[in-house]
């Protein structure tokens, strides 16, 4: 018996020496890689938990002056080192694998968020709140996005109106297969007309999109129609003379990010959609 | 003789390109127009075809002239530090005013110009453009250029600026008819120049002693030859951004086909680049539509190996 | 057809040359022999305009080689320098065609004829990294032969060919400068060579230490002053001079 005793001890002792990431239940110092997971951490009401962000990270305005540590896909070991955090936050995408590795084995706890679509977002949500100790908060907020991921889709599945999601019109690259925003797409009812495009973000045929007749086309982010490059593609894309009536529809960045914006996002989507009419009706 | 040989090339090359604008994601069939294909050949097509014809001509053109005036066979338009000097023209404007002031062709255009002045400067010897000068300030250049854009890059997160570089790394998909005007009456301008200057290429060739001997100021023909090439790349970036090998492959094409002579083989290295871009885009935004592949992607796909069979055949100059 | 009257020269402001002064007649083959750096180079250089003399003039034609313009003088006057390059993308004939460029369409002679003339009618097409040294040589003589230029100003045209090519090149200069009254400086290192011309200049550091027909000049005294041997090296290189007057020497006449 003392020797099984011994030996646990011993094991007690090796689990708690150096070795072994700290783990903390509620961290109060974290570091967030990634956009959306500053937003999230935000949202979950841990903003003065949060001691560092990286350059990109621009929301909400109470983040702009916290300390940042680098970029998305090349933030500094050092800066993160130096902040002494409890918890890093890191996504799949767009964070490099070898700073995940790099702070276990400096011992630094890490949580890596790995939903990338839609469906699986507020699971993610609520493993992040679990893991930093606002599971009640994380919980009402992945039902806002629930709520909306379980309203049933006003047309059958390809039926709905076509829709292009512009992230840059010049060259034209649009929202493709596999992102959030085509996910959106769906979900609210339109067939998103890069669909058959390939990769996430193509840069897409500015003919065969206007060949598709898109019925509404999005304008992501800075892309209003006031901006000459966005009425240069417009021009192409839905010239009077074909006397093709597309509805042009401004949103913001919601959907870019898979954070705590998403629903308004897709309600943003659903405002432009003349929700009675099938396509058969036009 | 060669002469028709010459203008039949030329024409060959011409039907060529104009065959090419009917291919894309969809075949156009001129014959069966309906309003839709007409605002695509119109709106799209055309438009796409004829920058892309003028860029590839101009850097056909600027690769021969500074092959012929480095008397080195690798070298292209980019050497001189041209598209790293558009594309950090772009990225300051866009950076220094918002919204851009300018229009970013012009930006790309008066950079691109920028560098050439700056290597022009720095090549300068008592006797007009020293080839070695030019060289060496033109990398030297081409790097520093880079290098800042880089360290923008890196500093800046603002998408914008990003996305800039993408259209400078050559866009032919957002050509449109304002633009055209200007970039013809300059490419136009410089290729005149060139075939005006064509014999004192061909001579610079010879070594400037000979070419002294044979009674022209090598100096002078440089200084001319120098602005003609500059004027056409500057151009062709400001156009559709940087498209690379063009310059480089073109002119060893045609001095294979046609021989070295420039006041033959710059013609034919202008209609054959125009060409050779022009088909490079059509098979970009068809063979993967309806995704679009670069055409300068297309270019090396296709040239690339095709230039390493003709340089371990030939050898010379080499 | 050529005067160097009173020439002083400087290299990066150092005196080089200094009161050389001779005439060169039209028709007539001259050498300019010595050991290197004697600068008979640079006297080539400044008979085609190509460096200037601090001092005196020189006279083309009569016409102080300045008042030319680039073109008039090309038409006058041809130069190659020793070093000439292979590695050009170009052929026989396209090089012989650049000689009428001073001409502006209008050349003395034409491509078939300049070929002709040089032996190189077979190999027009052929580009240039495939001639031969001698066929090289021959290539770029054929282009100032197109040239037409009254005076032909060559810089070692004989180095590194075979005795065989030497022989044509210098044959081939002699019938031309006879036929065509073309007047050939060349400066060379060979004392056997120099026997086919008709006068010599013997340079030395920068200064004319001799002039006259090859067998006159080339003295074993002068040997040894010109190229610094000793008694025994400059017997040994004397350029023959004991060898019966040859008749076959076929001079042409005229």
Sequence with gaps: MPLVLARLLVLALLLSGPLRPAWAEDPERIVSLAPAMTETLFALGLGEKVVGITSVCDRPEAARDKVRVGGMSNPSLESILALKPELVVMTTDGNPKYIADQLQRFGIAIHVFTPRRLSEIPGGIRELGARVGAAETADILARKLENLLTTPPRFAAGEGPKALFVIWPEPLIVAGPGTLIDDALTLVGYVNIAADAGTAYPRFSVEEALRRKPDVIFLGLGHDRDNPRTQRLLQRLVPPELGHPGRIVTVSDALYRAGPRLPGGIVELSSGQNLGAKRSDR | ?318 | MLNFDDIAFDFSDTPFIAGLSFAVAQGEMLGLIGPNGAGKSTILKLAAGLLKPRAGSIRLAGRPIASYNGRERAQRVAYLPQQLDARLPFRVAELVEMGGYPHRGRAPRNTSEALRLAGLEAKAEAPLGQLSGGELRRAYLAMTLRQGADCLLLDEPLAGLDLRYQAELLQLLRGIAARTRTTVVMSLHDMGAALWLDRLLALKEGELIGAGKPRELLGEDLIRRLFDLDEEAAWIFRPGADLPETGQGRRSSG
């Design chain 2, 1 to 318: 003789m060669k002469r028709t040989r010459v203008f039949l090339a030329c024409a060959a090359a011409l039907l060529l390109a104009l065959v090419s604008i009917f291919f894309g994601p969809r075949l156009l069939n001129p014959l069966a127009l309906d309003a839709e294909s007409r605002q695509i050949l119109l709106l799209l097509r055309l438009p796409r075809s004829a920058v892309a014809f003028l860029m590839g001509g101009a850097l056909g053109a600027s690769g021969l002239i500074l092959q012929g005036v480095f008397r080195n066979p690798l070298a292209d338009p980019y050497i001189l530090g041209l598209s790293g000097g558009a594309s950090l023209a772009a990225a300051l404007g866009i950076l220094l005013a918002g919204s851009l002031p300018l229009p970013l062709p012009l930006l790309a255009f008066a950079g691109a110009l920028g560098a050439c002045a700056l290597v022009a400067a720095l090549g300068r010897g008592p006797e007009g453009l020293r080839p070695d000068r030019l060289l060496l300030g033109g990398i030297g250049l081409g790097f520093f250029f880079s290098a800042v854009l880089l360290l923008l890059m890196t500093l800046v997160s603002d998408g914008g600026l990003k996305r800039t570089i993408l259209w400078m790394s050559g866009d032919l998909s957002s050509a449109n008819w304002e633009l055209i005007p200007g970039g013809l009456a300059l490419i136009l301008g410089g290729l005149a120049l060139a075939l005006a200057r064509s014999k004192g290429l061909n001579v610079l060739g010879l070594g400037d002693e000979i070419a002294h001997g044979l009674g022209f100021n090598p100096g002078r023909e440089r200084f001319f030859l120098f602005i003609a090439a500059s004027l056409m790349t500057a151009a062709a970036v400001s156009l559709g951004g940087t498209v690379g090998f063009v310059g480089l492959l073109v002119p060893h094409a045609v001095r294979h086909l046609v021989g070295a002579d420039a006041q033959r083989a710059l013609p034919v290295s202008f209609f054959g680049g125009g060409t050779l871009l022009c088909l490079a885009d059509s098979l970009g935004r068809s063979l993967a539509a309806p995704l679009e592949i670069p055409a300068g992607v297309i270019v090396a796909l296709i040239g690339a190996p095709w230039f390493i069979l003709v340089l371990r055949k030939k050898g010379y100059g080499l």
